[in-house]
Structure formats: C-alpha cells, structure tokens
C-alpha cells in the first residue's frame, strides 16, 4: 500500500473516531470537545513532523506522544466543566502514565537512539506517516477516557471505577517495576551484549507491555458507564492496544531483534522456550 494512501486512511480512521466520541458529548463554540481534541492531537503530530524531518531525527517522536496525552486530557477536562469523580480520576491516570513513560523513554531515545527510524527518518513521507499514527494511537487509547470526560451526562462513581483503578495501578506498578529493572539491567557493565532474564522477566518476556494492557483496560473499565451511543466504540481502546502491542509495533519488533543478537544462544532458546510473551507466568524450575 502507498504511503500517501496509508496517511489518508489514518486520516479518516481518527474522523471516525472523533465522530464516535463526539456523540452525546459536550460542546465548545458549537464544535465538539471530543472532535476537537482529535484535531489538536494530530496537528501536534504534523508540526513536529516538520523540525523532525529538517533534523532527520527521532529524539522528539516518544515526547510529543506523551505531551498529546496530556495536553488533550487536560483541555477535555477544562472545557467540559466537569469535576466529577471519573472525570478528574480519569485525568490524573491518564497524565500520570504519560508523564512517567514521556519521561522514561525520552532519557532513553537520547541515550541509545530508536532503531525503528534508522530507515524511515530519511524519508519524508513514511516520517510523517509515523507521526500520523502515533496521532491515531492517542486519539484511539485515550478514547474511552476523553469520551467519559466529555460526556453531557456524567454518571454517579460506582464500583467499576474502584475495579478499573486496580488494574490500573497493577498496570501501572508492572510497567514501572519493569522498566527500571531492565534500565538497572542495561547500566551494568557486565550485562554488555546480554539479554534480562531476571525479575519481572523470567515470568514474562514483555512485562512492562503486559503492564500497559492492565492499565489501558482500567481505564476503559472506569470510562465504562459514562459511555453512551456512538460512545460505546471506545470501548476498541484497550483491543486496539493489544493489536499494536502483540501485532505491530512492540513484541514482533524486539522479538525479531532478539532473534538475531540471540537466537543461537541455548540460554536465550531456553528462557524464550519457558517463558511466556506476554501473561507472566511462574518461572519453570528445571
């Protein structure tokens, strides 16, 4: 498929998605909120597209994913006038991930530099076309959580919120507790040209992307009785990470990328062997 072809197509996903959410949701100057904040989100994207490009770099792509977060979830918040429970609950979950891997993986992209854009940041059109997804990833993730902020009729928090809050904070906990054991990892000398299997990841391959499906689906959970008509596509949130994580972008990547640095290493065959991709499960005792 072309490229300028895919951007269109990601175009009109994320207006479908706007008008999904839009439904039964606040206005602002007779524009929806939703709509609105799907709008602002990808034209964050195409901006730094722009310096990106001039710079063939990639140092500000994980950055202006996390400042989309939270800059659409806090304006959801602000224009919608609601301080309701799940709307401010929502907010404060949503900014608080996207601070905290904002800032992990900005250290990190710095450090090390993203081997995903080696190729695509010398041309224009797939940089852009990278930008333009990452705009339909937060529009597509955050939708439950924008739709039940801008709703015109907030409901009453009930249990489901104190259920989606569990998930989250074990979501949450397990990407934290991840990512620091692998940065700890990677900052011994001695670890040079090795792969983690300690911790977290001898129960799991990807633990911290585990992590981010409990807390995406917490968030939906607490999203959950506020959505109404059109509103319940939202619901696609945490399906839809899953789908980049296991499908696309996260495990096929780095498992392919394992397999060349490791895959004739019997140590790596048998801990892939034993543990699992993504549910952690018990080490096996051998």
């Given at each position: 498929?072309?490229?300028?072809?895919?951007?269109?197509?990601?175009?009109?996903?994320?207006?479908?998605?706007?008008?999904?959410?839009?439904?039964?949701?606040?206005?602002?100057?007779?524009?929806?909120?939703?709509?609105?904040?799907?709008?602002?989100?990808?034209?964050?994207?195409?901006?730094?597209?722009?310096?990106?490009?001039?710079?063939?770099?990639?140092?500000?792509?994980?950055?202006?994913?996390?400042?989309?977060?939270?800059?659409?979830?806090?304006?959801?918040?602000?224009?919608?006038?609601?301080?309701?429970?799940?709307?401010?609950?929502?907010?404060?979950?949503?900014?608080?991930?996207?601070?905290?891997?904002?800032?992990?993986?900005?250290?990190?992209?710095?450090?090390?530099?993203?081997?995903?854009?080696d190729a695509i940041k010398q041309?224009?059109?797939?940089?852009?076309?990278?930008?333009?997804?990452?705009?339909?990833?937060?529009?597509?993730?955050?939708?439950?959580?924008?739709?039940?902020?801008?709703?015109?009729?907030?409901?009453?928090?009930?249990?489901?919120?104190?259920?989606?809050?569990?998930?989250?904070?074990?979501?949450?906990?397990?990407?934290?507790?991840?990512?620091?054991?692998?940065?700890?990892?990677?900052?011994?000398?001695?670890?040079?040209?090795?792969?983690?299997?300690?911790?977290?990841?001898?129960?799991?391959?990807?633990?911290?992307?585990?992590?981010?499906?409990?807390?995406?689906?917490?968030?939906?959970?607490?999203?959950?009785?506020?959505?109404?008509?059109?509103?319940?596509?939202?619901?696609?949130?945490?399906?839809?990470?899953?789908?980049?994580?296991?499908?696309?972008?996260?495990?096929?990547?780095?498992?392919?990328?394992?397999?060349?640095?490791?895959?004739?290493?019997?140590?790596?065959?048998?801990?892939?062997?034993?543990?699992?991709?993504?549910?952690?499960?018990?080490?096996?005792?051998?």
């Open positions: 498929m072309r490229i300028p072809l895919m951007i269109l197509i990601c175009l009109l996903v994320v207006a479908a998605i706007a008008f999904a959410g839009s439904d039964h949701g606040r206005l602002v100057g007779g524009i929806p909120i939703f709509a609105l904040c799907a709008a602002i989100a990808m034209a964050i994207q195409w901006l730094v597209f722009l310096p990106s490009w001039w710079k063939r770099s990639e140092h500000a792509f994980d950055l202006t994913g996390s400042a989309t977060y939270i800059l659409i979830t806090l304006l959801a918040l602000a224009l919608s006038g609601h301080r309701d429970p799940r709307s401010v609950l929502l907010t404060v979950l949503v900014v608080l991930w996207a601070l905290r891997l904002g800032s992990f993986l900005f250290v990190r992209v710095h450090r090390h530099g993203d081997e995903r854009f041309k224009p059109l797939h940089l852009l076309l990278a930008f333009s997804l990452q705009g339909l990833w937060v529009i597509l993730t955050a939708g439950a959580a924008l739709a039940a902020i801008t709703t015109n009729q907030p409901q009453a928090a009930g249990p489901l919120l104190v259920i989606g809050l569990g998930f989250w904070l074990a979501g949450f906990a397990m990407e934290v507790v991840a990512d620091e054991q692998k940065r700890r990892f990677r900052l011994d000398p001695a670890n040079s040209g090795r792969f983690i299997r300690n911790g977290l990841w001898a129960w799991s391959r990807h633990p911290n992307y585990f992590g981010e499906i409990l807390l995406w689906t917490g968030i939906t959970i607490i999203a959950l009785p506020a959505l109404q008509g059109w509103q319940w596509l939202m619901l696609v949130s945490p399906l839809f990470v899953v789908w980049l994580l296991t499908r696309v972008s996260g495990i096929p990547i780095l498992e392919r990328r394992a397999e060349k640095r490791w895959g004739d290493d019997p140590a790596y065959r048998r801990w892939k062997a034993d543990t699992p991709a993504l549910v952690p499960r018990p080490p096996r005792k051998r």
